[in-house]
């Protein structure tokens, strides 16, 4: 059987093809103005790199925020159900999933693959990888340089905003007080670690984790988040398509 799924993200669309379980192509794209073009897109890709003819794929899953406007989709399911049945695939022990995106973070509770509780945050940017990406150009550094400039720090400022625009004038404030660059983005993910690991101690995540999203790729945001939470991190070599991955592990469950 195989089976597509497609997380259309508020930054970046996804797209995995599964055959007889088995991941046989995947794609991270960035999503554009027009959501249904961007998963169309990155479902072209997919089913060219695997040779896979459109017809021979038995359903077509889609989740994340944009999942209603791929009209093409057999079915939509949420993006937690999704992440959860994507982590479980590469990580059968994992209990607890913590998720930063573009623009919302999430925390999972899981047992067996399975949602117990989560908690999310999509009212603002703070913690998300819209945050890094503004501190970052505040900072005069790109965003992949980020996580690397934090680890350097040996005193990381103290950040007291979480507010994207007032965190954007703390950072050029701190900057004006001599500052080093390293000792603020060190500031900046560590006071985004504290934020989610507040997130996860509420609904008892402690042990087992596996950590998803784009700013998964951030080391610095590991590292801090993992000595916030006193235990190691699983992630992904791909991290961002665990939602893709689950929405086409739905079509075969």
């Given at each position: 059987?195989?089976?597509?799924?497609?997380?259309?993200?508020?930054?970046?669309?996804?797209?995995?093809?599964?055959?007889?379980?088995?991941?046989?192509?995947?794609?991270?794209?960035?999503?554009?103005?027009?959501?249904?073009?961007?998963?169309?897109?990155?479902?072209?890709?997919?089913?060219?790199?695997?040779?896979?003819?459109?017809?021979?794929?038995?359903?077509?899953?889609?989740?994340?925020?944009?999942?209603?406007?791929?009209?093409?989709?057999?079915?939509?399911?949420?993006?937690?159900?999704?992440?959860?049945?994507?982590?479980?695939?590469?990580?059968?022990?994992?209990?607890?999933?913590?998720?930063?995106?573009g623009q919302d973070s999430k925390v999972i509770l899981v047992n067996d693959g399975r949602v117990t509780d989560f908690l999310m945050n999509d009212k603002c940017a703070a913690?998300?990888?819209?945050?890094?990406?503004y501190t970052a150009k505040a900072l005069e550094v790109p965003l992949e340089e980020l996580g690397p400039l934090a680890l350097a720090s040996e005193k990381p400022a103290s950040?007291?905003?979480?507010?994207?625009?007032?965190?954007?004038?703390?950072?050029?404030?701190?900057?004006?007080?001599?500052?080093?660059?390293?000792?603020?983005?060190?500031?900046?993910?560590?006071?985004?670690?504290?934020?989610?690991?507040?997130?996860?101690?509420?609904?008892?995540?402690?042990?087992?984790?596996?950590?998803?999203?784009?700013?998964?790729?951030?080391?610095?945001?590991?590292?801090?988040?993992?000595?916030?939470?006193?235990?190691?991190?699983?992630?992904?070599?791909?991290?961002?398509?665990?939602?893709?991955?689950?929405?086409?592990?739905?079509?075969?469950?």
């Amino acid at each position: 059987m195989i089976s597509a799924g497609i997380d259309s993200g508020s930054a970046t669309t996804k797209a995995v093809l599964l055959n007889d379980v088995k991941i046989v192509a995947s794609v991270v794209l960035p999503t554009t103005f027009d959501l249904l073009s961007a998963a169309e897109n990155a479902y072209k890709i997919v089913l060219t790199d695997a040779g896979i003819d459109r017809n021979s794929v038995s359903g077509v899953y889609a989740t994340g925020y944009g999942r209603n406007s791929i009209k093409f989709a057999d079915k939509t399911i949420s993006e937690i159900t999704a992440h959860a049945m994507g982590v479980h695939y590469l990580y059968p022990d994992v209990s607890g999933i913590i998720d930063i995106g573009g623009q919302d973070s999430k925390v999972i509770l899981v047992n067996d693959g399975r949602v117990t509780d989560f908690l999310m945050n999509d009212k603002c940017a703070a913690g998300t990888g819209k945050f890094l990406e503004y501190t970052a150009k505040a900072l005069e550094v790109p965003l992949e340089e980020l996580g690397p400039l934090a680890l350097a720090s040996e005193k990381p400022a103290s950040i007291t905003s979480m507010c994207t625009v007032f965190a954007e004038s703390e950072v050029i404030s701190l900057r004006a007080r001599g500052f080093k660059k390293e000792d603020i983005a060190a500031g900046l993910i560590e006071s985004i670690a504290r934020r989610v690991a507040v997130m996860a101690r509420q609904i008892g995540l402690k042990q087992n984790l596996a950590f998803v999203g784009g700013v998964a790729k951030n080391a610095g945001i590991k590292v801090f988040l993992e000595k916030e939470l006193g235990t190691t991190l699983y992630v992904p070599p791909e991290p961002q398509i665990t939602g893709a991955l689950g929405a086409a592990l739905y079509g075969v469950s």
